[in-house]
């Protein structure tokens, strides 16, 4: 058995977050002690354990209660909810990134970010030795294989939406054309 402060320790959490977890019914204790303090057992730890992988996705409290105590296929719904608002938050942030690089106007800037523009991407295919029909079939299949990430990496290379819709068409189309 574990008491609060055991389990706080372990999981770097506060006291008071175990006990609003008991508060709200996420994580209610196995027993309690003779003074009526808390007791965890193995299973509350489990719990926890998977409340605090939960958190670390990101999931609130309220949608951590819901997959806890979901049917296997209503949790894949609730993940593939988080990853979906997840995928958009990022989308989200790239496009704040390029708008700042645009705003600061400077070149060396793009260096000091995790940001690749078309231009430096273009370049780093080139320097490994792949012509312009290698990065055209790279296109083709990375539309194939997964269109929806194929997207993503053009909108982080801050490539205008006009631009990615043609390079996506084409990269379609080759593939139903023959090559």
Known sequence: MYTVGELS??????RSSLL????IGLLKP?????????LYNGQDLQRLEDICRYRQAGLTLE???????????SAGNILQQRLQH?????????????????????????????AL?????????????????????????FEQ??????????????????EIRRIRLWSGMADQEGG
């Open 63 to 73: 949608a951590i209660a819901r997959l806890l105590e979901s049917e296997p296929q």
């Open 86 to 114: 997840l995928n958009q938050e990022i989308a989200g942030l790239r496009e704040q990134q390029q708008i700042l690089l645009t705003l600061l106007g400077d070149p060396a800037m793009q260096a000091q970010t995790r």
């Open 20 to 23: 609003y977890y008991d508060k």
């Open 9 to 14: 320790r372990r999981f770097g959490l506060s």
């Open 30 to 38: 196995g027993g309690r002690s003779a003074a009526n303090y808390r």
């Open 145 to 162: 294989q997964m269109p929806e990430a194929h997207q993503d990496f053009l909108e982080s290379l801050g490539i205008s939406a006009d």
């Open 117 to 141: 523009d078309k231009d430096a991407w273009v370049a780093v295919l080139e320097a490994s030795g792949m012509d312009e029909q290698a990065q055209h079939n790279w296109h083709i299949q």
